[in-house]
C-alpha cells in the first residue's frame, strides 16, 4: 500500500497570506473548515476593527466591541472596502432600521430629562434582544418628553406618551400602546416607578412578568428567587425588568430615535389620586449612602468652616476621610471607606484626600470622580475624571465665590 | 383608619426558616401608629412565620389555613372581599413590596388590588390621614431622596419601602396575649368570581376560565425549572471619562479650577447652578 507523498511547497503556497511588507504564514489555514464547525478567530482582523484612528501612535478601542461571530462575519464583508475607521467607535455610521421585524419597548425614567446609567441598561437589554440571531427588530423607547441622546442609547423609535397624573392612568396609556402596536418584548427597569408600572401592567394585561432578571442572553431570562438561594431560567417572556448594572449599554453606532406619532394615546388621570407632589431630598440631611453626590474632605483640609459651607452650597452631602473623623472634625457617620459608608452615588469630590486602598473601596461605585489635591502622584488624582493639582483651601473661597456669582 | 397588613410566609435568608420579613415589620410599624387595632392577614399554612407581627404591633392576627406552596391570592381576595363588605371594613390595606423566600415578584398586593377594585400605592415611607376624611396622604421613595408626596382616596393598597421608618421593638406578652383568628378558605374561594365581577375587571374572570379555573394571576415560575442560584459578578462601574491625561490640571489659578469643576458637575448632569456663564 502507497501512501500520498506530501509536497510541503504546494502547502506553504496554501498558507501564505498577503501582507505589506513580507509574506506571512498562516500555519492554522486548513482547506476544510474546523470539525468543531466553529468559524476560527481572527485577531489580525479584530485588532483592525477596534483601531480607532491610525495618527502619530496607533490607537485601539477593545473596550467597545467583544467581537461575537456575527461581528466577526460582519467585519470579513466589510474589510475589502471599508478602512477598520470607518467601522470603528470613533465614527460610527447610523443604525436605522427601516421595517422593523418586531418591536421592543423600553421604558425609561430619565428624571430631569436626562438618561441615568438604569435607562443605558434598559436599553442595552432591549437591543440585546432586537439585534439577536437574524435582528431587524426595532427597539422604542417609552419616554414621557423629549430626552437628548436616545439615539446613542439604542433607540431606533421614540414614543412619547403624555405625561399622566400616577401610575395608573400611565399604565393604562402603555397597556393601550402594547395592544396597538404588539411588541414582542417590553423591558423595564426594577427601580421606582418603573418597577410599579411593569406590575401595573403585568397584572392589566394578565401576563407573567419575570422581574429583577439578573442574566439575560436572546435565549434565556434568569431570575434568582427564595432570596436568592435558587434561580429560574426561562426563554425571554414578553414582560421584563432588570436588575441594576446586570446588562451593559449599548456602546455601537448609534441609532436613529424616530419618533412615533403619539396622538392616539389617551392618558386619563386616575380618580383615585387626589394630588401628587414632588418634593426633593435635602443633601444636607440625607444619608450618605442614599445620596448622588458626595463632598469629601481628606487631611488636605484644614478649614472645616469652609469646607461645611462649601458642602451646603454645592447642594453636595458632606462626606471626609477616616483621618478627618478621627480627628474629631467631621462626625463618624461622615466616614466614606472600608470601615465607614460604601458609597452608591454618582459623583464624588474629593478636597486633599490621598486616596487610600480602604477609602477607595467606599467610592468604587462612583461614576465620576473629582480630585484636588496638592500632590500630582496621589492615587486620588488618578481614579479622577477631573484631577486638579491645586491647594484645596486655594480652590475653596474660590468655588464659593463662583457659586455665589452664579446665583446659587 | 381600620388598618391591615398582608403578612407573607417569609424566610430567613441564612437559616431559611419561617420568619416575620423586615419590610412587613415596618409595615406593621406604620400600621400601627395609624390605627392602634390593627390587624395582620397571612395566608399560609401556619403561623409560625407571622406570630411575631403581634409583638411588633399588631392588635390580632387572621390566618387563613392553606395548604403548602397553594397560591394565597384567592384565599386572600375572598377574604379581603368579605371584609370590605362587613361592618369594620378595613380601609388601608399595607403591604411589603417584595416578598422574601418565595417567588419574589412583588405582584401579589397589586393583583389584590386589581381584583378588589381598589387603586394601590407603591413604596411608602410614610402615611398619615389627610385633612379630608376618607383619604390618605402618602409619601413615596423615590431616587435619589426625593419623595413624591400624593393623597389618595380610600379604601386603598399601600405597599412599603425599605427606607421607611425603623420597626418598633419586639415585646413578648403582646405576642402572647394577642388573639389569632383561624379560617378555612374553602368558603371564601367561592367568592372570587362575584368579585372579580364585582370589580369590573372582565379580563381576570376570562383568563381564569381559559386556563380551567385553576391560574388567578401572573406567576412567571415553573417548578420544574428551579436549579441553585448562581451568582454572577454585576458590572463594574467605572469612572465616566476615560484616560486621566487629558483631564488633569497641574496648578491651574483656582478660580480656572472653581470654573473647571462646576462645568465638570453640569456636563455630567449631576447639578445645576444657576446660569451657566456666557
Ligand atoms: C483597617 C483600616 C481601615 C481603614 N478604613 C478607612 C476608611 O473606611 N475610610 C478612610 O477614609 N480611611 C480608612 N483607613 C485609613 C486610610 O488608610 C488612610 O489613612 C486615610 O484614608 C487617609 O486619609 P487622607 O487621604 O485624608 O489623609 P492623608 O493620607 O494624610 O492624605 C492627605 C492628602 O491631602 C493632600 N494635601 C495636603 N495638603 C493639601 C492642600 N493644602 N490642598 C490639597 N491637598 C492637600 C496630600 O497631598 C495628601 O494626598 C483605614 C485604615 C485601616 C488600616
Ligand atoms: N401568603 C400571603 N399572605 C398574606 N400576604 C401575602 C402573602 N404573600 C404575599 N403577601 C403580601 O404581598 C407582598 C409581596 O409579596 P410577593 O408578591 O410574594 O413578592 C408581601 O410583602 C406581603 O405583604
Not at chain 1, 446613542?152 to 414614543?159: P, Y
Not at chain 2, 368579605?82 to 413590596?97: N, T
Not at chain 2, 394571576?217 to 463594574?236: F, I
Request: proline share 7%.
Amino acid at each position: 500500500m502507497s501512501r500520498q507523498r506530501r509536497d510541503p511547497r504546494a502547502e506553504r503556497g496554501i498558507r501564505t497570506v498577503e501582507s505589506r511588507a513580507r509574506p506571512r504564514l498562516d500555519v492554522a489555514r486548513r482547506e476544510s473548515p474546523a470539525a468543531s464547525g466553529r468559524l476560527r478567530r481572527d485577531p489580525w482582523r479584530e485588532w483592525a476593527a477596534s483601531l480607532v484612528d491610525e495618527t502619530y501612535r496607533k490607537r485601539y478601542d477593545r473596550s467597545q466591541r467583544q467581537m461575537s461571530r456575527e461581528d466577526a462575519a460582519r467585519f470579513l464583508a466589510a474589510r475589502s472596502d471599508i478602512e477598520a475607521t470607518a467601522i470603528s467607535p470613533g465614527q460610527p455610521a447610523l443604525h436605522v432600521v427601516e421595517e422593523p421585524a418586531f418591536l421592543i419597548f423600553a421604558v425609561i425614567e430619565a428624571t430631569g430629562g436626562r438618561l441615568s446609567r438604569f435607562d443605558r441598561q434598559v436599553f442595552g437589554a432591549a437591543r440585546l434582544l432586537a439585534d439577536a440571531d437574524a435582528g431587524g427588530g426595532a427597539v422604542v423607547a417609552i419616554t414621557t418628553g423629549e430626552i437628548d441622546g436616545l439615539g446613542e442609547a439604542g433607540a431606533d423609535r421614540m414614543l412619547a406618551l403624555p405625561s399622566a397624573n400616577g401610575g395608573q392612568a400611565r399604565a393604562a396609556a402603555l397597556r393601550h400602546a402594547v395592544e396597538t402596536l404588539l411588541p414582542r418584548h417590553v423591558i423595564f427597569a426594577e427601580d421606582g416607578d418603573s418597577a410599579d408600572l411593569a406590575r401595573r401592567l403585568s397584572v392589566a394585561l394578565g401576563d407573567d412578568l419575570m422581574s429583577g432578571v439578573e442574566h439575560l442572553t436572546a435565549r434565556q431570562a434568569v431570575r434568582p428567587i427564595r432570596n436568592g438561594a435558587r434561580e429560574i431560567g426561562l426563554a425571554p417572556p414578553r414582560l421584563m425588568t432588570i436588575g441594576e448594572d446586570r446588562v451593559k449599554p449599548y456602546a455601537a453606532a448609534p441609532c436613529e430615535a424616530r419618533p412615533i406619532d403619539a396622538s392616539d394615546f389617551e392618558a386619563g388621570a386616575d380618580p383615585a389620586i387626589l394630588s401628587s407632589e414632588i418634593i426633593p431630598g435635602d443633601p444636607a440631611s440625607l444619608a450618605l449612602s442614599e445620596t448622588d453626590f458626595v463632598v469629601s474632605a481628606g487631611n488636605g483640609v484644614s478649614d472645616i468652616a469652609a469646607f461645611r459651607e462649601l458642602a451646603a452650597a454645592m447642594k453636595g452631602t458632606p462626606g471626609a476621610s477616616r483621618v478627618v473623623c478621627d480627628a474629631g472634625l467631621m462626625p463618624r457617620s461622615a466616614q466614606v471607606g472600608a470601615s465607614g459608608t460604601v458609597l452608591a452615588a454618582d459623583c464624588y469630590f474629593a478636597l486633599g484626600i490621598s486616596g487610600a486602598p480602604q477609602h477607595l473601596q467606599g467610592i468604587a461605585g462612583c461614576e465620576h470622580v473629582i480630585a484636588v489635591n496638592t500632590d500630582l502622584h496621589a492615587a486620588m488624582i488618578e481614579r479622577a475624571g477631573l484631577a486638579i493639582v491645586q491647594d484645596a483651601q486655594l480652590v475653596m473661597p474660590a468655588l464659593l465665590a463662583l457659586l455665589r456669582e452664579r446665583g446659587a | 383608619m381600620r388598618t391591615l397588613v398582608l403578612l407573607s410566609d417569609a424566610r430567613h435568608p441564612v437559616s431559611g426558616r419561617p420568619h416575620l420579613s423586615r419590610l412587613e415589620t415596618q409595615a406593621i410599624g406604620l400600621a400601627a401608629s395609624l390605627d392602634p387595632a390593627a390587624r395582620g392577614l397571612h395566608a399560609g399554612s401556619g403561623e409560625d412565620a407571622v406570630r411575631a407581627g403581634l409583638g411588633h404591633g399588631l392588635a390580632g392576627l387572621d390566618v387563613i389555613e392553606t395548604t403548602g406552596e397553594a397560591d394565597p391570592l384567592p384565599a386572600l381576595v375572598g377574604f379581603l372581599a368579605d371584609a370590605l363588605g362587613g361592618a369594620d371594613a378595613p380601609e388601608l390595606i399595607l403591604a411589603g413590596r417584595r416578598g422574601e423566600g418565595g417567588f419574589e415578584t412583588g405582584l401579589v398586593p397589586y393583583l389584590v388590588a386589581e381584583r378588589l377594585g381598589l387603586p394601590i400605592v407603591a413604596d411608602a415611607v410614610a402615611i398619615r390621614a389627610g385633612e379630608m376624611p376618607g383619604t390618605l396622604v402618602v409619601d413615596q421613595a423615590m431616587a435619589k431622596g426625593a419623595r413624591r408626596r400624593v393623597t389618595v382616596r380610600l379604601p386603598a393598597v399601600v405597599t412599603v419601602h425599605p427606607l421607611s421608618p425603623l420597626p418598633r421593638p419586639f415585646a413578648y406578652g403582646p405576642m402572647r396575649r394577642g388573639r389569632i383568628r383561624r379560617h378555612s378558605p374553602a368558603a371564601e374561594q367561592a367568592d372570587l368570581p362575584a368579585v372579580a365581577k364585582m370589580a369590573g375587571h372582565g379580563t381576570v374572570a376570562g383568563r381564569a376560565e381559559d386556563t380551567g379555573g385553576t391560574t388567578v394571576g401572573p406567576v412567571d415560575v415553573v417548578p420544574a425549572d428551579e436549579r441553585p442560584h448562581r451568582a454572577r459578578p454585576k458590572l463594574m462601574r467605572t469612572s465616566g471619562t476615560a484616560a486621566g491625561g487629558a483631564n488633569l490640571h497641574v496648578g491651574p489659578d483656582p478660580t480656572e479650577a472653581a470654573r473647571l469643576i462646576l462645568d465638570y458637575l453640569e456636563a455630567n448632569g449631576i447639578r445645576r447652578y444657576g446660569k451657566a456663564p456666557e
